[in-house]
């Protein structure tokens, strides 16, 4: 089984949020600016408690949050 593409609505949500700063964000959950910048652009996977504490701030299902590219191919 290869690596998969875990994929992000956090600048989106973000944007729908009050127009959320990234380091507003990173304050919320206890990470840095960077680490969401690098969320954003999918060069970084949270763990998965990072990942809910998002989910949370946005009040959203995880699913809404993150999701795989392509899951069809790991099923």
Do not use: C, W
Request: charge should be positive; charged fraction near 30%.
């Amino acid at each position: 089984m290869g690596k998969f593409l875990i994929r992000n609505n956090v600048r989106k949500l973000r944007f729908n949020h009050h127009e959320m700063t990234q380091q507003q964000l990173a304050e919320k959950v206890g990470v840095t600016r960077q680490t969401i910048v690098a969320i954003e652009k999918e060069k970084y996977s949270p763990s998965l408690e990072l990942a809910f504490r998002i989910a949370l701030v946005f009040n959203s299902p995880l699913e809404e949050v993150f999701f795989i590219d392509n899951k069809e191919e790991f099923i």
